[in-house]
């Protein structure tokens, strides 16, 4: 079974400009969801998706950060525009859908904003 | 509103040595209890959860945890560590509104010939 998907892998920018992550669940998960991993902390749930509808986006910066999830499958974050302190793995995880199915997390993306 | 304490950010043990990574929780419900671990450069895997019932847990790759309510304790431990065990951990807790995990801060655990 093919795990979740993420690209790129490494991305290096400079602040204020734009970046946007991609995600492929597990196939049939129908819960997503987007962590910010800072250098040295546990990951921090920024928005969580079930199908198409977002459940939880209490901690999503949303002034600068957005995410969808079009169809069900695949998500995209975005950050527009970046800060420094934006420079973190941001890590995808999905699950079959009920409240006690476990997360599966893909391997995330490095983000360094210069 | 919950919370997570990892105690020691890095842990250092002998090849076949005990392994005990501290983990300590504040919820208002009867928790969901998570240990993770992070190879480099590599996502989660989830290594055993606690939900309900038996409050010793067996996990992958020779782990065990035990729900401690009266501690608000949830230790991971393996009696004999490997080279190929050390990484990083994370104890993570779930709200039961939804599927949020909160984590803590992570213990890396090094692993000395």
């Known amino acids: 079974e093919a795990g979740v998907a993420q690209s790129p892998r490494y991305k290096i920018i400079e602040k204020r400009q734009s970046v946007a992550f991609w995600c492929n669940p597990i196939?049939?998960?129908?819960?997503l969801y987007w962590y910010q991993q800072i250098l040295g902390q546990g990951p921090k749930l920024l928005i969580q998706?079930?199908?198409?509808?977002?459940?939880?986006d209490s901690q999503l910066p949303k002034d600068r950060f957005s995410a969808e999830r079009l169809k069900g499958v695949d998500s995209t974050l975005k950050i527009q525009p970046a800060k420094l302190e934006d420079s973190a793995v941001y890590l995808c995880?999905?699950?079959?859908?009920?409240?006690?199915?476990?997360?599966?997390f893909g391997p995330g993306t490095r983000l360094t904003v210069l | 509103a919950q919370s997570v304490t990892q105690l020691g950010s890095h842990v250092s043990v002998s090849e076949g040595a005990l392994v005990l990574l501290r983990c300590n929780y504040s919820?208002?419900?009867?928790?969901?209890l998570f240990w993770y671990v992070q190879y480099p450069n590599q996502g989660l895997q989830l290594l055993l959860k606690?939900?309900?019932?038996?409050?010793l847990v067996k996990g992958i790759n020779g782990f065990e945890a035990e729900f401690k309510k009266s501690e608000t304790s949830f230790h991971l431990t393996k009696p004999s560590a490997h080279m190929s065990d050390a990484a990083e951990y994370f104890c993570?807790?779930?709200?039961?509104?939804?599927?949020?995990?909160?984590f803590g801060g992570g213990t890396r655990l090094m692993v000395k010939p």
């Open positions: 993570a807790v779930r709200n039961n509104a939804g599927n949020m995990l909160t």
């Open positions: 606690y939900t309900t019932g038996a409050t």
């Open positions: 998706f079930q199908n198409n509808g977002v459940v939880d």
């Open positions: 919820s208002s419900v009867p928790p969901y």
């Open positions: 995880a999905s699950s079959l859908g009920s409240l006690t199915d476990t997360q599966y």
């Open positions: 196939s049939g998960h129908a819960t």
